[in-house]
T-cell receptor
Framework: EAQVTQNPRYLITVTGKKLTVTCSQNMNHEYMSWYRQDPGLGLRQIYYSMNVEVTDKGDVPEGYKVSRKEKRNFPLILESPSPNQTSLYFC?????????????FGPGTRLTVT | AQSVTQLDSHVSVSEGTPVLLRCNYSSSYSPSLFWYVQHPNKGLQLLLKYTSAATLVKGINGFEAEFKKSETSFHLTKPSAHMSDAAEYFCVVSSRGSYIPTFGRGTSLIVHP
């Protein structure tokens, strides 16, 4: 089954404790991206990757890091989480980053930083 | 530059009545436009997309949308609402050459029995 998986689905952590949210897709997609969803703000892109070893900032990259060492994986790293990063996070993938291609979304990771 | 405005944060309808979710967009270049649906505690799923072919686009579950360039709109409609349509709906614009799509803030569709 074609899918995007994320782990963990739920995470509660404390300020400053480094964490990683994993994302994996099995569709051989070139483009992957991370979003955060906050009430009333829709989804905002954090980082995206056009292919292996190629990443770039989205609209809200501050406080986040990403890497793309393999085509299927695109982990999101919070080196020193803060309470304002409490949010619902989605990973997505697409055949290409060019605008006409639809994105496939993971189930989401709900992060709480206390 | 691109932007998208979903004109209603909440829309409430009765089961069996028509649905209209409104979306206006702004784009410097030929846009691609999408509607995604998010059911509670789920990821987003594509409903339909416009990519410069037919202006009336049909999607899944009986939804359709019409691209109107003169009005810069891409409203989502369905003739008859079903209880299972209750969800959050997002309009998305992506300009040619852009790797960063812009999401609207979402419209919550409430369906009453």
């Amino acid at each position: 089954e074609a899918q995007v998986t994320q782990n963990p689905r739920y995470l509660i952590t404390v300020t400053g404790k480094k964490l990683t949210v994993t994302c994996s897709q099995n569709m051989n997609h070139e483009y992957m991206s991370w979003y955060r969803q906050d009430p009333g703000l829709g989804l905002r892109q954090i980082y995206y990757s056009m292919n292996v070893e190629v990443t770039d900032k989205g609209d809200v990259p501050e406080g986040y890091k990403v890497s793309r060492k393999e085509k299927r994986n695109f982990p999101l790293i919070l080196e020193s989480p803060s309470p304002n990063q409490t949010s619902l996070y989605f990973c997505a993938s697409s055949l290409s980053g060019l605008g006409s291609y639809e994105q496939y979304f993971g189930p989401g990771t709900r992060l709480t930083v206390t | 530059a691109q932007s998208v405005t979903q004109l209603d944060s909440h829309v409430s309808v009765s089961e069996g009545t028509p649905v209209l979710l409104r979306c206006n967009y702004s784009s410097s270049y030929s846009p691609s436009l999408f509607w995604y649906v998010q059911h509670p505690n789920k990821g987003l799923q594509l409903l339909l997309k416009y990519t410069s072919a037919a202006t009336l686009v049909k999607g899944i579950n009986g939804f359709e949308a019409e691209f109107k360039k003169s009005e810069t709109s891409f409203h989502l409609t369905k003739p008859s609402a079903h209880m299972s349509d209750a969800a959050e709906y997002f309009c998305v614009v992506s300009s040619r050459g852009s790797y960063i799509p812009t999401f609207g803030r979402g419209t919550s569709l409430i369906v009453h029995p």
